[in-house]
Nanobody, 125 residues
Framework: QVQLVESGGGLVQAGGSLRLSCAASGRTFDTFGTRVMAWFRQALGKEREFVAAITGSSEVTYYTDSVKGRFTLSRDNAKNTVSLQMNSLNSDDTANYFC???????????????WGQGTQVTVSS
């Protein structure tokens, strides 16, 4: 069974930074390096939205416009982990952040087969 476990969420003041991590494991996940890894977020009362994604070999990263220049996504295939560095956080970034794994890039949540449980990020103004 594939497991994605997020960590690193918490409470931070506006303008601050957080680093989210996602660790992948599971007997069927030995192809981690071929998977597109993505982060989505869901604020209270809103739909889940795409944040960022990275291809298997880290050749390409994708970001939603609102986080470009502030968030950086990276991965370590040797450790089966992906990290989302979030800087200059503001109240609009407050949400539950989810890690997801899929076969190809898309910004549509339903296209990703594996999901973590989420980690809460709260930005205080």
């Amino acid at each position: 069974q594939v497991q994605l476990v997020e960590s690193g969420g918490g409470l931070v003041q506006a303008g601050g930074s957080l680093r989210l991590s996602c660790a992948a494991s599971g007997r069927t996940f030995d192809t981690f390096g071929t998977r597109v890894m993505a982060w989505f977020r869901q604020a209270l009362g809103k739909e889940r939205e795409f944040v960022a994604a990275i291809t298997g070999s880290s050749e390409v990263t994708y970001y939603t416009d609102s986080v470009k220049g502030r968030f950086t996504l990276s991965r370590d295939n040797a450790k089966n982990t992906v990290s989302l560095q979030m800087n200059s956080l503001n109240s609009d970034d407050t949400a539950n952040y989810f890690c997801a794994a899929g076969r190809y890039y898309t910004n549509t949540p339903s296209s990703y087969k594996y999901w973590g449980q989420g980690t809460q990020v709260t930005v205080s103004s």
